[in-house]
């Protein structure tokens, strides 16, 4: 059974920065286009960023475009999202996902994710 468990979020300060993980079980790690969603309460699930196989191409939502950064260690099989100058409305939980891929394109559809990690909260005060 594939897995992904997310690590690394916290309460932090507004303009401060933080790194989450994700440890995936999916294998080969190579194959699998991944991304990060969050959701805030009382909203819908949204894209925050996506990393396709062999990491060829990524994708960010608007709201983070020059403050987050997504990547992937394929020798540990790990996600990570690089998250800097922090604002309060980034306050949500934070979950990862996992497609198989065919192709080098992006995956920004949640409901073309198979595989979903039980999410991780961050928590951005003013």
């Known amino acids: 059974q594939a897995q992904l468990v997310e690590s690394g979020g916290g309460s932090v300060q507004a303009g401060d920065s933080l790194r989450l993980s994700c440890a995936a079980s999916?294998?080969?790690?190579?194959?699998?286009?991944m991304g990060w969603f969050r959701r805030a309460p009382g909203k819908e699930r949204e894209f925050v960023a996506g990393?396709?196989?062999?990491?060829?191409?990524?994708d960010y939502a608007d709201f983070v475009k020059g403050r987050f950064t997504i990547s992937k260690d394929y020798n540990n099989r790990i996600l990570y999202l690089e998250m800097s100058d922090l604002k309060p409305e980034d306050t949500a939980v934070y979950y990862c996902?996992?497609?198989?891929?065919?192709?080098?394109?992006?995956?920004?559809?949640?409901?073309?994710?198979?595989?979903w990690g039980q999410g991780t909260q961050v928590t951005v005060s003013s």
């Open positions: 996902a996992g497609e198989r891929a065919a192709s080098t394109r992006t995956v920004v559809t949640s409901t073309n994710y198979h595989y």
């Open positions: 990393i396709s196989r062999y990491s060829s191409n990524t």
């Open positions: 999916l294998s080969p790690f190579s194959d699998y286009a």
